[in-house]
Antibody
Framework: QVQLQESGPGLVKPSQTLSLTCTVSGGSISSGDYYWSWIRQPPGKGLEWIGYIYYSGSTYYNPSLKSRVTISVDTSKNQFSLKLSSVTAADTAVYYC?????????????WGQGTLVTVSS | QSVLTQPPSASGTPGQRVTISCSGSSSNIGSNTVNWYQQLPGTAPKLLIYSNNQRPSGVPDRFSGSKSGTSASLAISGLQSEDEADYYCAAWDDSLNFVVFGGGTKLTVL
């Protein structure tokens, strides 16, 4: 059973960098069968796609966030990470990591439980 | 404002059939497949329908999806109280070059 778990600070100051890690268990990121993604959800609002990464390190980002986002992968730890720089209150959201499965219409078939990140001084 | 348009709310009584629409354009729904997600209160979204009308293993056949042109629909038959959730459609957008979501529809079971 594949499981994803987000970890990182729940509070970030404005203008600083938000850093989160997603640890994958029950499957190997290096298998190459899937892509790995970050999605966020501001409180009471809808879902916003941030980007995804392949085990090789290839990335694809939401153009509206591209200048501030970096997604990286550490196959030795079976983890992938998100960094979002110059955060503002608008970046306050629940951040989810998820697995992208080409075999199910590029759907997100496994999700982490999500972690709330609040941007506040 | 979301690229894909969904009604903000829908409702039905137990046993009823409800449908949720998702309207897009030629660059997203018109040229790519649609996935649907169910988000129960306080939980992460769950893949409900993929590739327009396919159900992942474990999803009851009460849930079905369809697509026509630049619109898609999710239908839930035999509505149950546990279906009360937010539902999101999603598709790749060839012009924007990223995954776009609908704004979500809150389903209430009366």
């Amino acid at each position: 059973q594949v499981q994803l778990q987000e970890s990182g600070p729940g509070l970030v100051k404005p203008s600083q960098t938000l850093s989160l890690t997603c640890t994958v268990s029950g499957g190997s990121i290096s298998s190459g069968d899937y892509y790995w993604s970050w999605i966020r959800q501001p409180p009471g609002k809808g879902l916003e796609w941030i980007g995804y990464i392949y085990y090789s390190g290839s990335t694809y980002y939401n153009p509206s966030l591209k200048s501030r986002v970096t997604i990286s992968v550490d196959t030795s730890k079976n983890q992938f990470s998100l960094k979002l720089s110059s955060v503002t209150a608008a970046d306050t959201a629940v951040y989810y990591c998820a697995r992208v499965c080409p075999g199910v219409g590029w759907g997100y078939d496994y999700w982490g439980q999500g972690t709330l990140v609040t941007v506040s001084s | 404002q979301s690229v894909l348009t969904q009604p903000p709310s829908a409702s039905g009584t137990p046993g009823q059939r409800v449908t949720i629409s998702c309207s897009g354009s030629s660059s997203n729904i018109g040229s790519n497949t649609v996935n649907w997600y169910q988000q129960l209160p306080g939980t992460a979204p769950k893949l409900l329908i993929y590739s327009n009308n396919q159900r992942p293993s474990g999803v009851p056949d009460r849930f079905s999806g369809s697509k026509s042109g630049t619109s898609a629909s999710l239908a839930i038959s035999g509505l149950q109280s546990e279906d009360e959730a937010d539902y999101y459609c999603a598709a790749w957008d060839d012009s924007l070059n990223f995954v776009v979501f609908g704004g979500g529809t809150k389903l209430t079971v009366l």
